[in-house]
């Protein structure tokens, strides 16, 4: 069964310094991952998805890397803004038949400090 | 592009009481997931239908749970009788189902049972 974990749980960083989040997951026969924000008593934004042969994705000040092998993904932030706060949630798609089936972390929830 | 449509946003309903809850997914999408998010659980996928068809349901709790889909624009998930342990917060959500089956999330509905 696929587990997905974060780290570190929360997160506090002044404003403009750069960070990195963590996923791991424990099977790495994976379809995909995707990283999504999620704002408090909000649903879940798709932020980058990463397919299987993909390395890593861009967007804006987002980059998230993908290594299948290790079981790692991680998702760098630079320049961080008050406006980043939120909880981070790492998605991993199964493979085979259920590459629909996405297990979720538990999350990360970053606080950007002004 | 209205993205995912939920409703209601919040529902409080006493126990033993029936409750429905409503989807409406992303124009020209094929996929639409139900999950439940809880603070112990984290997210869980509930029930998949691809091309309005129920292809996995086995997230489903119990026989309390259950859900339709008899069009491409709507779904519901509904709890009958309903129990103060299926309070938490239902995403609906849905995708195009071929390639990358990257997914959008709706608002969510926040159920609490007393």
């Known amino acids: 069964k696929q587990e997905v974990t974060q780290i570190p749980a929360a997160l506090s960083v002044p404003e403009g310094e750069n960070l990195v989040l963590n996923c791991s997951f424990t099977d790495s026969a994976i379809y995909n991952l995707q990283w999504f924000r999620q704002d408090p008593g909000k649903g879940l934004t798709s932020l980058l998805l990463i397919q299987s042969s993909q390395r890593e994705q861009t967007s804006g000040r987002l980059n998230a890397s993908l290594d299948k092998s290790s079981g790692r993904s991680t998702l760098y932030i630079a320049a961080s803004q008050p406006g980043d706060s939120a909880t981070y949630l790492c998605?991993?798609?199964?493979?085979?038949?259920?590459?629909?089936?996405?297990?979720f972390g538990k999350g990360t929830l970053l606080t950007v400090n002004p | 592009d209205a993205g995912v449509i939920q409703s209601p946003r919040h529902e409080v309903t006493e126990m033993g009481q029936e409750v429905t809850l409503r989807c409406k997914p992303i124009?020209?999408?094929?996929?639409l997931f139900w999950y439940r998010q809880t603070m112990m659980r984290g997210l869980e996928l509930l029930i998949y239908f691809n091309n309005n068809v129920p292809i996995d349901d086995s997230g489903m709790p119990e026989d309390r749970f259950s859900a339709k889909m008899p069009n491409a624009s709507f779904s519901t998930l509904k709890i009958q009788p309903s129990e103060p342990r299926d309070s938490a917060v239902y995403f609906c959500?849905?995708?195009?189902?071929?390639?990358?089956?990257?997914?959008?999330f709706g608002p969510g509905t926040r159920l609490t049972v007393t």
């Open positions: 959500a849905s995708s195009y189902g071929t390639g990358s089956y990257e997914q959008y």
């Open positions: 124009s020209g999408h094929n996929s």
């Open positions: 998605a991993v798609g199964g493979s085979g038949g259920s590459n629909y089936k996405l297990t």
